[in-house]
């Protein structure tokens, strides 16, 4: 069932591995079949280096396990609010990448500093705000999802494909598996620059939407001219 998945699945995980998003079994990703609607998901607490394509669990859209021999991962509440919510998903990507937990613990947005940033993402990289007690206390994933589409509010989630929860790490996502990994890795190195720069500078200034638009839509959107076609997730 869904092999072709299941293979994408399996390694958008591992690149998480070789770009060094993350150790021991510190993140996850997801897939959606939209014509089934059925979710490859990695396992819970399983490690990277003994994971095959077959390891992945099928759940779906409720997170009823459809196939597999493993528990899906814990997160997979905050995938499937993210996936129901947003037609446009098709993979998802949570990691415990150092520089963007060191924002999310902050309790502070990614800041457009500059145009690399501005590549990828139409303006910050919103924060979400805290859990409450209430919320931890009660359906934590799927909370979790519920203040990730609250911070994203009215705007496209494809124009900012990733975020950061609060006390916790980063969500990415995209159109494929592979994509949601790419959105998540580029998240990363902005997050970095954007914490070097304030480092050095902490009264850098957020550079001007009329720059920030410019990078962004010559990316993305009808009348990009970037690369030598049709854009995919970036």
Same mark, same amino acid.
């Given at each position: 069932m869904l092999e072709k998945l299941k293979k994408d699945v399996y390694d958008a995980n591992m690149e998480l591995v070789e770009? *060094?998003?993350? +150790?021991?079994?510190? *993140?996850? &990703?997801? *897939?959606i079949d939209r014509e089934s609607g059925l979710v490859v998901i990695k396992p819970s607490g399983v490690d990277y280096d003994v994971l095959s394509p077959d390891d992945m669990t099928v759940v779906d859209l409720q997170g009823n396990i459809v196939e597999g021999r493993f528990k899906p991962s814990s997160d997979t509440a905050t995938h499937l609010k993210l996936y129901n919510a947003y037609p446009a998903l098709g993979g998802v990507v949570h990691t415990h990448a150092v520089n963007s937990v060191v924002f999310a613990q902050a309790g502070l947005p990614v800041p457009a500093l500059g145009t690399t940033h501005a590549d990828y993402f139409h303006g910050d990289v919103p924060c979400?705000?805290?859990?409450?007690a209430d919320e931890i206390n009660g359906e934590y994933e799927a909370n979790t999802g519920n203040v990730i589409i609250e911070a994203i509010g009215a705007r496209d989630p494809?124009? +900012?494909? *990733?975020?950061? &929860?609060?006390n916790h790490g980063p969500f990415a996502w995209g159109k494929t598996p592979a994509g949601a990994v790419y959105n998540?890795?580029?998240?990363?190195?902005?997050?970095?620059?954007?914490?070097?720069?304030?480092?050095?500078?902490p009264s850098a200034l957020r550079?001007?939407?009329?720059?920030?638009?410019?990078h962004y839509y010559r990316k993305h959107g009808a009348n990009a001219y970037y690369g030598q076609g049709a854009n995919e997730d970036h």
């Open positions: 770009k *060094g998003l993350v +150790i021991y079994t510190w *993140g996850n &990703v997801s *897939g979400t705000r805290a859990l409450t494809m124009e +900012i494909p *990733g975020i950061l &929860v609060r998540a890795v580029v998240l990363e190195k902005v997050a970095e620059m954007a914490y070097k720069t304030l480092t050095l500078n550079a001007p939407d009329y720059l920030l638009d410019r």
